[in-house]
């Protein structure tokens, strides 16, 4: 199975994607890119247009400049990589109108902590934020604290009785190791929402000793899609079953890509490619039809601290410097969580640390995953790079786990 949706299913739908394909004829650096693709009235038409990666996407958007029929036009961070922030279109409401359809895990009665960070054109608090208004539930919009506020916060959350929370699987480590290690019990917490990674197993252990109540409920998706799928806590936690408006596709070569049936979406999303690869199978949930499952991604993009780091466009930017031969970047982790990232230069630097000061002020994920200490990012001039000792190959990033 290579579709979500079925011929029938999709083919109202398709309508949505020929206008969209006309938007993307009309982009100047497209120019003869879509000229021999008939507009796609069948799954099979469809799959033979070609792909957008977000560089694509980037340039669309660059000239469409699209904005919403109703309410304002947000635009949001869609990239968190190297250089100036990338942007993705939003109408208000961020489209979770067409989610709560088909998705209703907060309740009116609910109690709801956005532990998302707020601001910098993030998207995901205001997307959750737009999820709780529709439920009618309370809500705490709490967003990021500093390490020496979680105490009298997580008092806070369990004198307030909180039955959910949601944030980044990172995000919500901190929460609940912060919890345990002072003996703080949630004991009313019953849903924990996720979205922006994967999920972490090793949260279940916290989870179990805070909140034995609690399971999680996670969405997936991007800044470009917007949310694609969600599952339960009786799914698996890399498995998702996409909305009846967001076509998924698995291609040949095993990469999904991804197609809005929405009317009202303002990106051009037109078999996008995020970057995951994928498979389309039944949930061991038992519900109807094929869920997405995801294997993880397959471009050079690292998660640090819940944002993507674009390891490619990092290592060009340092190995433009002269007397550098080649560069790596080492993310060092415990427990799942990445707590430095290190340039490792060969070659000859006279200046690392300005070029660290500089990498650290224009990378929006290095700037952003380490405000609050920004000493565990460094550059470093190394005798050799880390190589595989069993194939000699030498990746442009490698992941340690200390413990």
């Given at each position: 199975?290579?579709?979500?949706?079925?011929?029938?299913?999709?083919?109202?739908?398709?309508?949505?994607?020929?206008?969209?394909?006309?938007?993307?004829?009309?982009?100047?650096?497209?120019?003869?890119?879509?000229?021999?693709?008939?507009?796609?009235?069948?799954?099979?038409?469809?799959?033979?247009?070609?792909?957008?990666?977000?560089?694509?996407?980037?340039?669309?958007?660059?000239?469409?400049?699209p904005a919403a029929e109703h309410g304002a036009t947000w635009l949001f961070q869609s990239g968190g990589s190297t250089g100036a922030p990338k942007v993705g279109y939003a109408p208000t409401g961020f489209y979770m109108a067409k989610v709560f359809e088909h998705w209703q895990p907060l309740e009116r009665d609910d109690v709801f902590v956005?532990?998302?960070?707020?601001?910098?054109?993030?998207?995901?608090?205001?997307?959750?934020?737009?999820?709780?208004?529709?439920?009618?539930?309370?809500?705490?919009?709490?967003?990021?604290?500093?390490?020496?506020?979680?105490?009298?916060?997580?008092?806070?959350?369990?004198?307030?009785?909180?039955?959910?929370?949601?944030?980044?699987?990172?995000?919500?480590?901190?929460?609940?190791?912060?919890?345990?290690?002072?003996?703080?019990?949630?004991?009313?917490?019953?849903?924990?929402?996720?979205?922006?990674?994967?999920?972490?197993?090793?949260?279940?252990?916290?989870?179990?000793?805070?909140?034995?109540?609690?399971?999680?409920?996670?969405?997936?998706?991007?800044?470009?899609?917007?949310?694609?799928?969600?599952?339960?806590?009786?799914?698996?936690?890399?498995?998702?079953?996409?909305?009846?408006?967001?076509?998924?596709?698995?291609?040949?070569?095993?990469?999904?890509?991804?197609?809005?049936?929405?009317?009202?979406?303002?990106?051009?999303?037109?078999?996008?490619?995020?970057?995951?690869?994928?498979?389309?199978?039944?949930?061991?949930?038992?519900?109807?039809?094929?869920?997405?499952?995801?294997?993880?991604?397959?471009?050079?993009?690292?998660?640090?601290?819940?944002?993507?780091?674009?390891?490619?466009?990092?290592?060009?930017?340092?190995?433009?410097?002269?007397?550098?031969?080649?560069?790596?970047?080492?993310?060092?982790?415990?427990?799942?969580?990445?707590?430095?990232?290190?340039?490792?230069?060969?070659?000859?630097?006279?200046?690392?640390?300005?070029?660290?000061?500089?990498?650290?002020?224009?990378?929006?994920?290095?700037?952003?995953?380490?405000?609050?200490?920004?000493?565990?990012?460094?550059?470093?001039?190394?005798?050799?790079?880390?190589?595989?000792?069993?194939?000699?190959?030498?990746?442009?990033?490698?992941?340690?786990?200390?413990?």
């Amino acid at each position: 199975m290579t579709f979500s949706l079925t011929e029938a299913a999709a083919a109202d739908g398709l309508a949505v994607a020929r206008r969209t394909l006309e938007l993307l004829r009309g982009v100047p650096e497209f120019e003869g890119r879509y000229a021999s693709c008939p507009a796609p009235y069948t799954l099979a038409e469809l799959a033979a247009l070609p792909p957008l990666a977000k560089d694509d996407l980037n340039t669309a958007l660059a000239h469409l400049e699209p904005a919403a029929e109703h309410g304002a036009t947000w635009l949001f961070q869609s990239g968190g990589s190297t250089g100036a922030p990338k942007v993705g279109y939003a109408p208000t409401g961020f489209y979770m109108a067409k989610v709560f359809e088909h998705w209703q895990p907060l309740e009116r009665d609910d109690v709801f902590v956005n532990a998302w960070g707020a601001g910098r054109m993030w998207g995901a608090h205001f997307l959750a934020a737009g999820l709780a208004d529709l439920s009618g539930c309370r809500v705490i919009a709490l967003g990021s604290v500093t390490a020496e506020e979680y105490p009298q916060w997580l008092g806070f959350l369990a004198d307030r009785k909180v039955t959910a929370i949601g944030g980044t699987p990172s995000v919500l480590r901190l929460w609940f190791a912060h919890a345990r290690a002072a003996g703080i019990e949630l004991p009313s917490l019953r849903k924990v929402l996720w979205l922006g990674e994967a999920w972490q197993p090793q949260l279940e252990d916290d989870l179990a000793a805070v909140a034995p109540k609690a399971r999680r409920h996670g969405m997936f998706g991007s800044t470009e899609t917007w949310v694609v799928g969600s599952n339960s806590p009786d799914c698996p936690a890399d498995t998702f079953h996409p909305f009846p408006h967001q076509l998924v596709h698995v291609g040949d070569d095993g990469l999904l890509d991804f197609t809005s049936l929405d009317p009202a979406m303002l990106n051009p999303v037109l078999r996008y490619r995020t970057g995951d690869a994928g498979e389309l199978d039944p949930c061991p949930c038992g519900r109807p039809g094929p869920a997405m499952r995801v294997l993880g991604r397959r471009d050079n993009v690292v998660q640090v601290r819940g944002l993507g780091l674009h390891v490619d466009e990092l290592l060009a930017r340092v190995e433009r410097e002269p007397g550098v031969a080649r560069a790596q970047v080492l993310v060092t982790e415990r427990g799942g969580r990445a707590q430095g990232v290190d340039v490792l230069v060969l070659g000859s630097l006279p200046d690392p640390q300005a070029l660290r000061r500089e990498l650290l002020s224009a990378t929006f994920t290095l700037s952003t995953a380490f405000v609050h200490d920004p000493e565990n990012v460094r550059v470093r001039v190394v005798d050799a790079l880390i190589s595989n000792e069993r194939t000699g190959k030498t990746a442009g990033f490698v992941v340690r786990e200390e413990s």
